[in-house]
């Protein structure tokens, strides 16, 4: 029941039309969902404007669309006695809209399923109340999910191409493309949970590009770690909720392509071009989170179904919820 509920709630939260939702909607049904939720475990609080000085890529993103503006919704589990258990932060990209940027979308018909690009944040923020409902039957764990959330706009303080920024922890990145934006809000979520949340488990889900949909489809993630025994636990938790994912290499010799001349790094990775999109993404949020166990998943391709297909019902499918639920309580 508590999953069958998880998933619904990340459908309406994905289905909801972006003129609706927007940066500080989500925070208001984050807010609104552990105020129901009443469990002496959860914790909630927003960023936003001058608390978010120092995450520049959610900056760059949000501030296109000023009002409201970007938010960091952090929600965390953590109940009474729980201070030695493992601590599992779960990363969401929140584009509300995603129009492109400058970078406008082609083809323009791309754009009117762009509601959906909040649907790892929906993931995450649905899998912490989640763990909270299950009360005494709950996971040993502790996890924290961080809502990196934005709307890319086209707009006068949009960023443009070839803009530096700096991302949260200090370095700096060449912005080439603006649709690439998911990646850039992930990054400071990412480097802010490894330098302030000491996770032992660092997990990022997006809809992040469309390369992943192109290597496997839209019944299974795309999964980067280097971790193996994580990776082997990630899959069994698929194959066991439905949520399917397949661990993906991240490729060292693809790395070159992130250099920049102006810049820590650039964002796309696009010369020289070696035809693995959804790796190089990987490879650049590879940068932001030191040493730690770090998963991440490129949901592009299952996040969202053109038709009824299987278990997939047309449109949000809430994948991620199911997956994380089920990894959490095997911890």
């Known amino acids: 029941k508590v999953l069958a509920l998880a998933v619904w709630r990340a459908r309406d939260l994905i289905h909801t039309p972006s003129n609706i939702k ?3 909607w989500i925070a208001e049904q984050a807010r609104s969902l552990v105020t129901k939720t009443k469990s002496a475990a959860l914790k909630f609080e927003v960023k936003g404007g001058a608390a978010l000085a120092k995450f520049g890529g959610l900056l760059a993103v949000g501030n296109s669309a ?10 965390s589990y953590a109940p009474k006695g729980s201070k030695n258990w493992p601590h599992v932060v779960l990363v969401g990209k929140g584009i ?5 940027g400058v970078s406008l979308k082609r083809p323009y018909e791309s754009m009117v399923g762009m509601k959906s690009d909040m649907s790892g944040a929906a993931a995450v923020l649905a899998t912490v109340i989640a763990i909270a409902e299950m009360g005494k039957s709950a996971p040993k764990v502790r996890v924290t999910g961080l809502l990196m959330c934005a709307e890319n706009a086209l707009s006068s303080t949009a960023q443009r191409p070839s803009d530096v920024i700096t991302q949260y922890g200090g370095k700096t990145v060449e912005v080439i493309n ?3 934006e998911g990646r850039l809000v992930l990054a400071d979520g990412l480097a802010y949970a490894d330098e302030k949340l000491n996770p032992d488990y660092l997990v990022d889900i997006a809809t992040l590009t469309g390369a992943a949909t192109l290597g496997l489809g839209r019944q299974y993630g795309a999964m980067y770690t280097r971790d193996i025994s994580l990776a082997q636990d990630l899959y069994s938790a698929g194959q066991k909720s439905g949520d399917r994912v397949w661990h993906m290499p991240l490729v060292d010799d693809y790395e070159i392509a992130l250099a920049s001349e102006v810049a820590d790094l650039n964002h796309t990775a696009e010369k020289p071009d070696f035809n693995g999109g959804s790796i190089t993404a990987a490879l650049f949020l590879e940068q932001f989170v030191g040493e730690r166990r770090w998963i991440h ?3 592009a391709g299952p996040g969202r179904s ?3 297909s299987g278990e997939n019902p047309k449109g949000g499918t809430g994948f991620g919820v199911r997956l994380l639920t089920e990894w959490l309580t095997s911890l």
């Open 66 to 75: 000023p009002k409201p503006g970007p938010r960091l919704v952090q929600l």
């Open 297 to 299: 998943l490129d949901i």
């Open 178 to 180: 603006t649709d690439a």
């Open 306 to 308: 053109e038709s009824d």
């Open 22 to 24: 927007n940066p500080q």
């Open 96 to 100: 509300t809209f995603d129009t492109g």
